[in-house]
């Protein structure tokens, strides 16, 4: 029982931790000077340390039968990591300490899906494990937007980290035993193709949005404190929309979450390109809570029914699709900004989302 509370807690611990590290990276970037499009690179940044750590190490954690190790050291690595983000001071420095937390928290995220999906009835467990991360994201948004100040925003989540890492400790290590340790990536990836692309299609639309979402909402007369209200409400209803997933996918409801997902994205992009006030927008943060929640879960378990002995390297895939799309987004977001200010991201999002719908048929 106390593994089990253990894992939950690197959940929620983490995820606090991650989420208080990046929400107002756009808004530093700016008053260190940087452009929209040296912003971009610098959210980018994050996911090509995570795209270059999801998929290494969910099939290392396969092909070792280990999970705890990754979880453990992650962990340890991200609060030295979030604790270095005191020190950068123009974009050289903010470059490559969001290129680092990418890669630390990128070694984890996988490894725990699988520790949690080795029990019976894990579809519940998967989507309780994510509703806990929501709720780290919740206290997170909560507390960077309380705090204000970036370093001691940085210094909270390197905290956060540091407190993961002691629950990591107490999870137990769950060794694989498998009849073979050969973990074909090639033929798991086919497997999951068209998941992986209207994934790649849904995310990268978002991530377009997210590259300067707080300077839109500044734009749209919200405060730093606002701004983190509106993510909160975003992971309060990740929360539940997760939890609820999991009992859906439980009944075999997985590429309808899938579907459904996408599709509340595109209202919610809608909605943002519509808004004329900060206040508008706290709708739809709340579908995209439902949105992001079944699509994430709905993938998770597709993806593990699909490959159940290769399960930490068909979510590590998810993962390093969603950080490839995160740098591609990230940086098309600050061009777009660049052209077209940035009100013009979403208009631009709801465009491509439009077409992971599409290629979600073919799931």
Known sequence: MKAVRATYSVSLLSRAGDLMGWIFIPLLGLELGLSYVEIGLVVAAYQLGSVLASSFFGWLSDTVGRRKIFIVASCGCSALVLAAHTLAHNFISLLAVRLLAGMCFGAMLYPLVAYVSSSSNYERFVGFLNAMGGVGWLIGCVMAGVLGEFHWIFMAAALFFAAAFLCSLFMEERRVIAERRRVEAWRVFRRGQWLYTAYFLRHFAACNIWAVFPILLAMLGASKFWIGVLYAINSGFQVVS???????????????????????????????????????????????????????????????????LERATATGFLGSVISVASIAGSFAGGVVAELLTPMGNPLVGVVIVIVALAVSTKI
Do not use: C, D
């Open 242 to 308: 997760m939890s609820l997933a999991g009992y859906l996918a439980e009944k075999g409801w997985e590429k309808m979450l899938v579907r459904g997902g996408i599709a509340l994205s595109a209202l919610v992009f809608t909605a943002y390109w519509l808004a004329h006030s900060y206040l508008q927008i706290v709708p739809a943060q709340v579908a995209l809570g439902f949105a992001w929640g079944f699509l994430y879960v709905g993938s998770l378990i597709y993806l593990i029914r699909r490959s159940p």
